[in-house]
């Protein structure tokens, strides 16, 4: 069945340094991949979209990239804030328009 | 723009009792909308599929006389948790899908701020 992961550990970085998650998926080919910020008690925030064609995609301080052969979509959020905390969520497309979630990961980015 | 609001935003109720949850896209058609519960620190569960004017598709297992979906109009759908009981104690959030104008340009969806259900 398809799966994604993402690791459930919450993740500890210092202000001003970079950020790397990692989003992995098994058993599935999608034609893109998302990234969503989700705070405590809200409904997630889109993020970043990436096709299946595009190695990396930026926006600002964000950064994705997408590795089809490895099945595998790393997050990076350059120059970290503490305004940067959030679980964040990677999502890929399934039929009907639906999206396959993966757990998120927590971010937290320490003073 | 593309923001989706939902209400109530958060909920107590008693068991036994109906809780109508309501998600509006307020500046864009929607003809699409999901609905997803979450559990504290778990994936966001797709509950069903709603599209405007006709039913909605349930995901397996979830039970449809339980959970109502109404999609009314192209900016309103709305959820009714029916003879609602502690286990149903959840956070709901609805999104929105807004449809691509482009051909094979990927949708995204819109999150509303999510419904935090509490069954006594």
């Known amino acids: 069945s398809q799966k994604i992961e993402q690791n459930s550990e919450a993740l500890n970085i210092q202000e001003g340094k970079t950020a790397t998650l990692t989003c992995n998926y098994t058993?599935?080919?999608?034609?893109?991949l998302q990234w969503y910020r989700q705070d405590p008690g809200r409904g997630p925030v889109f993020l970043l979209l990436?096709?299946?064609n595009e190695k990396e995609k930026r926006k600002e301080r964000l950064k994705v990239t997408f590795d089809t052969t490895l099945k595998q979509s790393l997050f990076h959020i350059t120059a970290s804030q503490p305004a940067d905390s959030a679980t964040y969520l990677c999502?890929?497309?399934?039929?009907?328009?639906?999206?396959?979630w993966g757990a998120g990961t927590k971010l937290i980015i320490k003073p | 723009g593309a923001v989706v609001s939902q209400h109530p935003s958060w909920v107590i109720c008693k068991s036994g009792t109906s809780v109508k949850i309501e998600c509006r896209s307020l500046?864009?058609?929607?003809?699409?909308m999901f609905w997803y519960r979450q559990f504290p620190k778990q994936s966001l569960m797709l509950m069903a599929t709603?599209?405007?004017?006709?039913?909605?598709?349930?995901e397996q297992g979830v039970e449809k006389d339980k959970f109502l979906i109404n999609h009314a109009s192209l900016t309103l759908s709305t959820l009714t948790v029916t003879s609602a009981h502690p286990e149903d104690s959840s956070f709901y959030i609805c999104?929105?899908?807004?449809?691509?104008?482009?051909?094979?340009?990927?949708?995204?969806?819109?999150f509303g701020p999510g419904t935090r259900l509490t069954v006594l």
């Open positions: 999104s929105a899908d807004q449809r691509g104008t482009l051909a094979g340009v990927p949708d995204t969806q819109y």
């Open positions: 500046d864009f058609q929607a003809t699409t």
């Open positions: 709603s599209n405007e004017g006709s039913k909605a598709t349930y």
């Open positions: 058993n599935y080919s999608p034609a893109y």
């Open positions: 990436i096709r299946e």
């Open positions: 999502a890929l497309e399934a039929s009907n328009y639906q999206l396959i």
